[in-house]
Nanobody
Framework: QVRLVESGGGLVQTGGSLRLSCAAS????????MGWFRQAPGKEREFVAVISWSSGNAYYTDAVKGRFTISKDNAKNTVFLQMNSLKPEATAVYSCGMTSGLYTSSGYYYHWGQGTRVTVSP
């Protein structure tokens, strides 16, 4: 049984930084991708970033390029999302998901964590 557990959310001021973590357990193969999505109040869930577990290749939505970095720690089976220069519009619940490739659509993700809340104050 695959389990994903996010942590690291919280309250931060505009311009601040947060580092989210997603710890994965129960998966034996390395042929998959891990992605971050976010859902702001009253809005649909949107793609943020994804990383290939085997190659380390990553892809970002344009809104976060240059400010967010997705990375992984193979030994800890953990994916990180370093978020810098945060803006109020980044306020959302951030969830990590597991997929079979570098997909940006949530429909291709088959395991999800419970989410961690990020609030960016003006």
């Amino acid at each position: 049984q695959v389990r994903l557990v996010e942590s690291g959310g919280g309250l931060v001021q505009t311009g601040g930084s947060l580092r989210l973590s997603c710890a994965a357990s129960g998966r034996s193969s390395s042929n998959y991708g891990m992605g971050w999505f976010r859902q702001a109040p009253g809005k649909e869930r949107e793609f943020v970033a994804v990383i290939s577990w085997s190659s380390g290749n990553a892809y970002y939505t344009d809104a976060v390029k240059g400010r967010f970095t997705i990375s992984k720690d193979n030994a800890k089976n953990t994916v990180f999302l370093q978020m810098n220069s945060l803006k109020p519009e980044a306020t959302a619940v951030y969830s990590c998901g597991m997929t079979s490739g570098l997909y940006t659509s949530s429909g291709y993700y088959y395991h999800w964590g419970q989410g961690t809340r990020v609030t960016v104050s003006p």
